[in-house]
């Protein structure tokens, strides 16, 4: 005859228990089950009757196995027991990336290889600077081209170096934050000591790319890896880390005249355009990232994360006409300098001026997904803008000096 319960124990775990002790407990006691992962994301509280024998042990176990799977359900709400990664993950399906081996997906995630949106705001400003550079030294289209090819390489890397290094910065922070959690490091798909690793391996990409340039492109080049590394750390002290984000991403306005042969150094009217145009490329940076900090307000100012789109979210679009209008203003001042034709102020910022406007009008702040939408599509409305003025005014002039080229060899 089984022998009746004694006492009640109360058992606390947290995940799936994989093994259960037999050690017997007093009312007042409590065990947390050995576990070998963490599956849920609140307390469950067993409530079993302690018994004396082994033999009537067993239905008080097998009750708590029952227990155990109906708490599964909510386990698989966070977490996958087969690779113990955060469930709402899948492996990418379409795209370049899923084309890629299995163990290189996660890497080629980290890099934001599907999301070209930023290597597109990185390479933007290269582009403007190697326009205006071509403008002013008159540089062949082989030039400009190789040069640009060059640059888009290079934001591809660097981009994807400065992706990984912030990564490594917020490993602690991003699964706090609804949009990063599934972050390959943030998930634990790429360990930080490979991470680090995988930068090393970037930035030398980055290097041998950057010798390909002029030497004089290295006195340049090299100082950005400062601001590469140290962005992360701005968002934790100060409200205006899209500021510093912004003097990073335009780095690259700075590049495209000693890239094409013209030291900064020497030619005072070259370096006022390009201290200008990258000016107007930092404001462009501020307020593009603005509309995307806005995307994980709620969630940055729960894990303590500052942005400009919490310091200014009651008058945010003030703001952002404020820096349209400064970036406006700082690209006309740097045509000025190289005495531009209207041309480059019709197409350029004629263009920034119609698409910023527009986008600062439509943008909805309180919806994600409007704020995605306008910052992706807002690197291509307003970066294309201003290239294809920049483009025509290369064009324009180089038109004319073959005309006066030919007019003086003509009898």
Not at 36 to 63: E, G, I, M, N
Not at 291 to 297: C, G, L, Q, S, T
Not at 380 to 391: F, K, P, V, Y
Request: charged share 15%; proline share 7%; aromatic share 10%.
């Amino acid at each position: 005859m089984a022998t009746k319960p004694r006492a009640v124990c109360y058992m606390k775990f947290v995940g799936l228990a994989t093994s259960i002790g037999p050690k017997a407990h007093t009312q007042a006691q409590m065990r947390p089950f050995p576990i070998s992962k963490p599956c849920l994301q609140k307390t469950v509280w067993l409530k079993c009757p302690r018994v004396s024998s082994p033999a009537s042990r067993r239905p008080a176990f097998a009750s708590l196995s029952t227990a155990s799977t109906a708490a599964t359900p909510l386990a698989k709400a966070s977490y996958s027991q087969k690779n113990n990664a955060p469930l709402g993950y899948e492996p990418p399906k379409t795209g370049i990336v899923a084309s890629l081996p299995k163990s290189w997906i996660p890497y080629a995630e980290l890099i934001r290889l599907d999301k070209p949106t930023g290597t597109y705001y990185l390479f933007f400003p290269c582009l403007f600077s190697t326009l205006m550079a071509a403008t002013y030294n008159a540089a062949t289209p082989v030039e400009v081209l190789t040069t640009t090819i060059l640059f888009f390489t290079g934001a591809l890397v660097m981009r994807g170096a400065g992706c990984t290094i912030n990564d490594l910065w917020d490993r602690n922070l991003d699964p706090h934050v609804a949009r990063t959690r599934l972050r390959p490091i943030a998930r634990g798909a790429v360990a930080p000591s490979r991470a680090v690793v995988f930068t090393g391996f970037q930035l030398l990409t980055g290097l041998a790319i950057l010798l390909q340039f002029p030497t004089s492109c290295l006195y340049y080049g090299i100082p950005s890896l400062v601001l590469v590394a140290t962005y992360p750390l701005a968002k934790r002290i100060t409200h205006y880390p899209q500021f510093v984000l912004g003097l990073t991403f335009s780095w690259g306005a700075l590049m495209g005249f000693p890239a094409l042969g013209v030291d900064l150094m020497a030619d005072s009217t070259a370096a006022k355009a390009a201290g200008l145009l990258y000016s107007s490329c930092v404001s462009w940076t501020v307020l593009y990232d603005m509309i995307y900090a806005h995307m994980d307000i709620k969630d940055d100012a729960k894990a303590g994360i500052k942005s400009i789109a919490l310091r200014h979210n009651n008058d945010t679009k003030t703001v952002l006409s404020g820096l349209a209008v400064v970036q406006i203003g700082l690209l006309a001042a740097s045509g000025m300098a190289i005495r531009a034709s209207p041309v480059f102020f019709i197409g350029s910022c004629g263009s920034a001026a119609v698409t910023l406007g527009t986008m600062i009008w439509k943008v909805k702040l309180k919806d994600v997904n409007n704020c995605w939408w306008w910052f992706k599509h807002g690197a291509l409305l307003t970066g294309g803008g201003i290239a294809a003025g920049l483009l025509g005014e290369h064009v324009l002039q180089k038109s004319g000096n073959n005309y006066k080229a030919i007019k003086q060899e003509l009898p």
